[in-house]
């Protein structure tokens, strides 16, 4: 047995378009085996050792074949990278070892790059597969005969693929089962068994043509999809004694899904996330990992293998018995630089995985009679009807829930099979194998076809997928484009027409024509008349179907290579939607909230199309949420999406994930429906991904607190207004923020702060927090809870939840004590604390009119189903700034009104002391004073003492008191006036700037709100091709009504 650690590779890849778009910067940095992050806000510099560390980002040209090679020896080519791992798990495989590869990453950091490549830049599955084949035939005249069997799945949404027969078990895929000895296989799946690179790339070629098949079907949720190929090399010979033996490997080579950024933000950013199951493969592969690691520092804890098919399928690879290659793959620049350190960090706990790997050698005799000895076990249970539960336990089931007796015949057929196949000579199994070819000779056939006709090529989301499908436009004459089985050119989606659209074939043109006002952009613009169509065109057809056109004849080495990003940038950028130049005036936190956006907003689109096909009665919306809205400190601007059934009335908002989660349910039940036009599944049945339950919690909206007062030691109490996710007012709360001693206890007299920065800073400082009676407009909403978290505190509070009002009464109270050091000062002096306040929706409002509406004819009314009004509006009617701006006035005011009362109590010491000298102990305590009792009696003592002493100087005693530690009384006034000179310029200081700072927020926002809308109203035009002229100057009236916006609750993008 062989223990070693996982070994863990990274690899930087160059900018892609859109960070070149983007201007952006580099934030990765290699040296030797070290990989170096620097966070762009804080220039804080991270290093992470890894057995490997991949510098692909520059330094390399590009060859004629387009293969990148190395121009600098920094540089990673390919080849490089396959010679240190892909070499490796080939070593270990004919040894005997079980070999796993897995790339780990964010969508598009290229982990498809290394482990399948693109074009001549061939990954590591098929340069293994390739070098697997020369050694075998090297190996030929020996005395050893090698079998190599390939299989290829996909995990998409818990269920198993088979890709190499996508038709076996369609809806719900193959059962993972488990073997005591082999662990989790898929039952069932397709092992075919290969004698050449040929066979392997022709079955790599048809499995991923089905992969793009069902990812066209469902749209660009593709990359949500793990796949893993396996590759089976098993070597027989004959040992001393005579008897044959098997020494196999299964080599796992594991694609997997873009990683959903994880979420750093921890428990604030959870908040909106209700329960959203964002691919829970991805996240058990995270517990798995973490787990793993865990256990080889010396702990003990269990290894949630069994929570995620991805999880039961890796679990060899991971904690078994495989030696083991992880690559993670990262984007080079600032923008993506959370993904990417999450990628990292995630790297790093991998490493210290240790798996035991042993050599899979036995005599074929021993594994053919163990399975002989399973079966009678089987049969002999099926036929007196006793199961045994152990033997049952280790048959364990994914997938549908089915009879013990069915799952004790599937795997006794499952063994039947396996014996057959080790019963059979090489050769016979090689026949039957190739006896099935029919798919791949028709897929050559028609790969054969795109090298010289006219055709669409696909473009996916993810560009493995890209060019898979090839639409030949063959012969002459006219054809139409339409639904499958209602059209010469069948193109399959969401939003396709039966007659969708018409092509005219001539020698030496093809003419595209769009029919019954279906939708169809041509380079970003709707195709409103017959136009002839040129080579690299790009086409979308409904929502979702995305072609290139291609005409081999105008075919060069210097075609674009246009991908799925490019293609919907167009879209986005000749709508308006965003600029067509360089966005170098927005920053990177806008440029990346608006890709998001552009992504996004084809998705909603596709999903409200779904919801009017099954009338759902929901339709979605995006929305840009700041972090302040989200109640959140730090974090970035994101999009968000509103989802609202306008038969009951109910609103909610979803994370991006949890919608794009639920819409790979809603794309599956709209092909369910779409075969027979009833809804089969059993698990819509009891699951509807367009539903969400009224006892859902759902934000009501955030209150912002101003807590400038408290580092003055200064009360604070206001009623603070409650604005929604669209800064609409939706309520107000009561808070209170009262100054303590270090018991707790609030001050019974006031302690003078003039300046926080010198007399508090690095002082603990202890308050109370307390939250009091809101009122919610918005009568629905019932068993309310408010959520609180002070800046910079793990601790995150949520109240009760006060049932069956929306006037609740939260009597929330927290006490705090902190440190007041420089950034939490900052802090509190300038910025606000957030309060969250969520709610049921019980008593919803139903419109009577909308609610008999059918779906299409509600976002008909709506406008909702053209883009424009597909990003929620931002209708801020309280302005941030303004509040700011008060509770400024209110502190400032306080210690003008503090200080002018201490004013007046040295004055009446002055009266007191009639002129003479006063001892300055007396002054302090004066100006200090908070009540007029205490005053009182400072002036009563000061009296006392003037008399003695009046008789004292009258004793000509000594003037030595008044000589030394007195005050002058022209310096007191001097001292008073200057006092309140100074807090009198502060105080308009800071109305002039704060006045200056509100117009010009208001300008701002003003100007982006037009132009945000403007551009939204824009793209509709372009996407909405059936748009009249009348919704058109409503549209328009509405983007201009917004003109009095601003705020910074609710951000815009321009
Ligand atoms: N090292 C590299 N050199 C050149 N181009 C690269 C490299 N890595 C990735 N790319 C390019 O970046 C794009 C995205 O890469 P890739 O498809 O491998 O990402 P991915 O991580 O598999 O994404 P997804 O999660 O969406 O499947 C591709 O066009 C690919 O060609
Ligand atoms: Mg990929």
Redesign the pocket.
């Known amino acids: 047995m062989s223990e070693e650690n996982l070994k863990v590779a990274v690899?930087v890849?160059?900018f892609?378009q859109r960070e070149k778009d983007a201007n952006s910067k580099l934030i990765v940095a290699m040296s030797g085996n070290q990989t170096l992050i620097t966070n762009p806000k804080t220039n804080e510099e991270k290093k992470y050792a890894f057995d490997y560390s991949y510098w692909?980002h520059d330094g390399f040209r590009t060859e004629s074949n387009g293969y990148?090679s190395p121009e600098s020896s920094n540089y990673a080519d390919q080849k490089k990278v396959f010679a240190d791992l892909g070499e490796g798990v080939l070593n270990n495989a004919w040894e005997g070892f079980n070999a796993s590869l897995f790339a780990y990453?964010q969508?598009?950091?290229?982990?498809?790059?290394s482990v399948v490549g693109?074009g001549s830049n061939t990954g590591i599955v098929p340069m293994v597969c390739e070098d697997i084949f020369q050694k075998a035939d090297a190996k030929k005249n020996s005395q050893i005969t090698i079998e190599v069997t390939f299989s290829m799945l996909e995990i998409y949404s818990e269920v198993v693929r088979d890709l190499l027969n996508p038709t076996a078990d369609r809806k719900t895929g193959l059962i993972v089962r488990e073997d005591p000895k082999i662990g989790f296989y898929p039952q069932g799946l397709n092992k075919k068994l290969v004698d050449s690179y040929d066979d392997i790339t022709k079955l790599m070629n048809e499995g991923t043509a089905n992969r793009t098949i069902a990812a066209t079907n469902m749209n660009a949720t593709s990359?949500r999809a793990h796949t893993i190929v396996t590759v089976n090399l098993v070597q027989k010979y004959l040992n001393e004694s005579g008897k044959e033996i098997a020494k196999s490997s299964m080599i796992n080579l594991v694609?997997l899904?873009?990683s959903e950024r994880a979420n750093a933000t921890g428990a604030t950013g959870d908040r909106l996330k209700e329960g959203a199951a964002i691919n829970l493969s991805l996240t058990s592969l995270g517990n798995v990992i973490s787990a793993l690691a865990d256990n080889s520092s010396g702990k003990n804890v269990k290894v949630p293998y069994r929570d995620s098919v991805l999880t039961k399928l890796l679990m060899n690879a991971l904690g078994g018995n495989s030696k083991t290659i992880m690559i993670a793959?990262i984007s080079p620049a600032e923008i993506n630089y959370d993904e990417s350190l999450s990628t990292l960090r995630y790297a790093d706990r991998a490493k210290q995985i240790k798996t035991k790997a042993m050599v899979n050698e036995d005599p074929t005799e021993k594994l053919i009679k163990d399975l002989k000895e399973e079966n009678a076990k089987l049969k002999k249970m099926l036929e007196n009807g006793k199961i045994d539960p152990e033997l049952l336990k280790q048959i364990t089931v994914t997938g549908k829930k089915e009879g013990e007796d069915e799952i004790l015949k599937k795997q006794l057929d499952d063994n039947e099979r396996k014996m057959k196949e080790m019963e059979l000579s090489y050769e016979e199994k090689l026949k039957e194998a190739k006896t099935n070819n029919n798919t791949s000779d028709l897929r050559s056939q028609i790969l054969e076809k795109a090298q010289r006709l006219p055709h669409f090529s696909n473009v996916n989301?993810?560009?493995?997928l890209s060019g898979m499908i090839k639409i030949i436009l063959e012969g002459q004459g006219q054809k139409i484009i339409g639904q499958p089985g209602k059209s010469d050119i069948p193109i399959n989606g969401i939003g396709i027409l039966s007659e969708h659209g018409k092509v005219s074939i001539d020698q030496n043109r093809i003419i595209l024509e769009r029919l019954n006002d279906s939708k169809i952009l041509r380079n970003g613009q709707v195709l409103r008349q017959p136009t002839q169509l040129n080579h690299l065109d790009r086409l979308l057809f409904g929502t979702s179907q995305y072609y290139l056109f291609i005409d081999p004849s105008k075919s060069t080495s210097n075609d674009v290579l246009f991908?799925f990003e490019m293609v919907q940038d167009e879209i986005a950028k000749s709508s308006g939607l965003i600029p067509s130049e360089n966005k170098t005036n927005m920053n990177q936190e806008q440029i990346q909230c608006q890709n998001e956006l552009v992504d996004l907003i084809p998705q909603i689109e596709e999903a409200n199309a779904i919801s009017s096909a099954l009338d759902k009665k929901v339709c979605f919306s995006a929305l840009p949420v700041s972090p302040a809205a989200r109640g959140e400190y730090d974090g970035k601007l994101k999009a968000f999406v509103s989802v609202r059934n306008f038969a009951t009335g109910l609103n909610w908002i979803w994370t991006k994930e949890k919608f794009l989660d639920r819409k790979v349910h809603m794309n599956e039940m709209y092909l369910d429906y779409q075969d027979d036009g009833v809804i089969n599944r059993d698990k819509f049945k009891s699951f509807d991904p367009f539903y969400e339950s009224p006892d859902t919690p759902t934000q009501i909206g955030t209150a912002m607190i101003y807590p400038k007062s408290l580092p003055y030691l200064i009360p604070y109490k206001n009623e603070v207004k409650i604005l929604d996710l669209k800064s609409n007012e939706a309520g107000t709360i009561n808070v209170e923020i009262i100054p303590c001693d270090s018991n707790g206890r609030p001050f019974n007299q006031t302690i003078e702060i003039s300046d926080p920065n010198v007399q508090v800073l690095d002082q603990p400082i202890s308050f109370m927090f307390k939250i009091g009676a809101a009122k919610i407009l918005n009568q629905k909403y019932e068993d309310i809870y408010c959520v609180f978290q002070m800046y910079k505190d793990p601790n995150v509070y949520k109240s009760d939840v006060i049932r069956g009002t929306s006037n609740p009464d939260f009597k929330f109270s927290q006490n705090y004590t902190l440190t007041m050091n420089q950034d939490r000062l900052d802090f509190l002096l300038n910025k606000c604390l957030y309060i969250q306040i969520f709610g049921e929706q019980k008593h919803p409002k139903i419109d009577q009119t909308k609610s008999k509406l059918t779906t299409e004819e509600y976002l008909e009314r709506e406008k909702l189903n053209s883009q424009n009004n597909l990003i929620g509006r931002v209708t801020n009617k309280v302005d941030p700034e303004a509040e700011k701006l008060k509770e400024d006035l209110r502190v400032s005011s306080i210690k003008q009104a503090r200080n002018e009362y201490s004013n007046n109590n040295v004055r009446k010491l002055l009266q007191i002391s009639g002129g003479a000298p006063i001892d300055p102990v007396y002054l302090d305590m004066m100006m200090q004073a908070s009540n007029d009792q205490e005053v009182n009696s400072i002036l009563e003592e000061y009296s006392k003492l003037k008399k003695g002493n009046d008789i004292k100087q009258g004793d000509k005693k000594s003037n030595q008191f008044e000589m030394t530690n007195n005050t002058n009384q022209f310096d007191v006034f001097n001292m008073m006036n200057k006092n309140i000179e100074m807090i009198h310029k502060q105080h308009m200081d800071m109305v002039q700037r704060n006045i200056n700072q509100t117009n010009k927020n208001i300008a701002d926002m003003h100007r982006n709100n037009l132009m945000m809308h403007n551009n939204a109203f824009n793209m509709s035009n372009m996407r909405n091709p059936n748009k009249n002229m009348q919704n058109d100057t409503d549209n328009q009236q509405m983007s201009m009504d917004i003109n009095m916006v601003h705020g910074s609750q609710a951000c815009i993008i321009s």
């Open positions: 690899r890849r160059p892609n692909s990148f990453g969508t598009g950091s290229g982990k498809s790059y693109y990359s694609d899904a873009g793959a989301m993810d560009s493995s991908d």
